[in-house]
C-alpha cells in the first residue's frame, strides 16, 4: 500500500445525502488532504477508476474534483493520456512565494482587526498541536495542523477574494514547502515559532505586527526554499 492508499484509506469519508454534489465535494476534499499531507511525490500518477475505489464513490464526481485540483495547481492533466500529481518548476514555485509575500502580511493585517474570538481560540489549538507534532516527531499531524492554521486565517478575512487566493496559492507549493520543513529539523522548529509569532500578533489584535510577523516568515520561506531548489 503506497502512501497516497493508507492515507485515504486511514482517513473517513464523511457521509453526505448522496447528491453528486456532495459526492464530488467529498472526493475533492479528501484528495486534497492526501495530496497535501500524504508523502505524495510530484509526477504521482492519479488513476480515476482506482480513487474511485479506493473511495467508494463513483468515477464522475472523482472526475469532476480532479478538473478542481487541476485548477487550483494541484494536479496536472493531460487529456486523454494522464492524470498527476503537479511538478512545478524552479521559477513556478519563486512566482508563487513572491505572490505570497505580496497578500499574506495583508492578509493577516486585515485578519488581526476582523477575526472573532473563536477564530483566535482555533488558531491557537492549531499552534499547540504544531508544537505538540513537533516534539513527537509527527510529520503529518504537524502538516494538518498548519493547515488548520493557514485555512482559518484565510477564512477569517473580511476580504473574502483575498482569503481564497492565499489559499490557492499556499496550495500550490505546499508539497514542496512541507519537504523543505519536514526534512530540516531546525527550520521546521523555526516555523513553528514563526507560526506563534503571528497567532500572538493576531490574539493581541495587532495588525502592524502581525503583518510584519508574516513579511518575516515568507522571506525566511523563500530563502530557505530558494536553497533548497538550488542544490536539488
Known amino acids: 500500500m503506497d502512501e497516497l492508499e493508507r492515507y485515504l484509506t ?12 456532495l459526492l464530488r ?3 475533492y476534499e479528501r484528495l486534497k488532504d492526501a495530496i497535501r ?4 511525490q510530484p509526477g504521482y ?3 480515476e477508476s482506482h480513487l474511485s ?3 467508494g464513490i463513483s468515477r464522475t464526481p472523482v472526475r469532476e474534483a480532479l478538473h478542481q485540483l487541476a485548477q487550483e495547481g494541484l494536479v496536472n492533466i493531460i487529456p486523454g493520456r494522464a492524470v498527476t500529481v503537479a511538478a512545478h ?6 512566482n508563487v512565494v513572491h505572490m505570497r509575500s505580496l497578500l499574506e502580511p495583508e492578509l493577516v493585517r486585515l485578519v488581526a482587526e476582523a477575526i472573532s474570538e473563536e477564530g483566535i481560540k482555533t488558531l491557537w489549538r492549531a499552534i499547540e498541536a504544531m508544537e505538540k507534532a513537533l516534539e513527537d516527531d509527527d510529520k503529518e499531524g504537524w502538516s494538518i495542523a498548519d493547515t488548520l492554521y493557514h485555512e482559518t486565517i484565510g477564512n477569517a478575512c473580511p476580504n473574502d477574494l483575498l482569503g481564497e487566493m492565499t489559499l490557492q ?8 514547502a512541507n519537504i523543505d520543513s519536514q526534512t530540516n529539523p531546525a527550520r521546521l522548529a523555526a516555523c513553528t515559532r514563526e507560526h506563534r509569532e503571528i497567532v500572538e500578533a493576531i490574539a493581541a489584535r495587532d495588525a502592524q505586527n502581525a503583518e510584519a510577523a508574516m513579511r518575516r516568515h515568507i522571506d525566511k520561506l523563500r530563502q530557505s526554499l530558494f536553497n533548497r531548489l538550488s542544490f536539488s
Do not use: I
Open 45 to 47: 500518477p492519479l488513476s
Open 10 to 21: 486511514t482517513h473517513a469519508v464523511p457521509d453526505g445525502d448522496g447528491s453528486s454534489r
Open 169 to 176: 496559492m499556499r496550495n500550490r507549493v505546499h508539497y514542496l
Open 53 to 55: 475505489r479506493l473511495l
Open 89 to 94: 518548476s524552479v521559477q513556478d514555485v519563486l
Open 37 to 40: 499531507h500524504a508523502d505524495v
Open 25 to 27: 465535494e467529498v472526493a
